[in-house]
């Protein structure tokens, strides 16, 4: 799966990427750790500054063993997901969002 602008580098150049890390790795695991890069980014744009979901770039560091040890996890974790957070020029304002982007089944 791709996400973002390809042409641009991976992280965006943001200041401070968070990584939320998981020892299980199932469902569970990968939905709590989703929930809480989620909060980041709620948080971090309710403090005026710019969040972004870089979940691309958290799952190819399994791939870097290397760059994994210069984390100092606990044993058996992984990068599960990440948040980059940096201040930014981007007005934020309210999206008029399409709810038919969501499929919604009313039983
Ligand atoms: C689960 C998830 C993972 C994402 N991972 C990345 C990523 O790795 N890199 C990236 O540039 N954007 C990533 N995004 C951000 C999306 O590309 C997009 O910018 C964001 O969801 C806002 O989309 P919208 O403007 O269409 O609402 C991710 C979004 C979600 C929901």
Not at 53 to 80: M, R, S
């Amino acid at each position: 799966m791709m996400f973002g602008d390809l042409e641009s580098h991976p992280l965006y150049g943001v200041p401070t990427l968070i990584l939320v890390s998981a020892k299980d790795r199932d469902e569970m695991a990968y939905a709590s750790a989703g929930i809480i890069a989620h909060n980041m980014v709620l948080a971090a744009e309710n403090k005026g500054l710019g969040a972004c979901y870089l979940f691309g770039a958290a799952a190819a560091l399994a791939a870097h063993p290397e760059t994994i040890v210069k984390l100092d996890l606990p044993t058996g974790f992984l990068p599960v997901c990440g948040v980059g957070v940096g201040e930014t020029e981007e007005e934020l304002t309210i999206r008029d969002q399409k709810m038919n982007q969501i499929g919604i089944n009313e039983i």
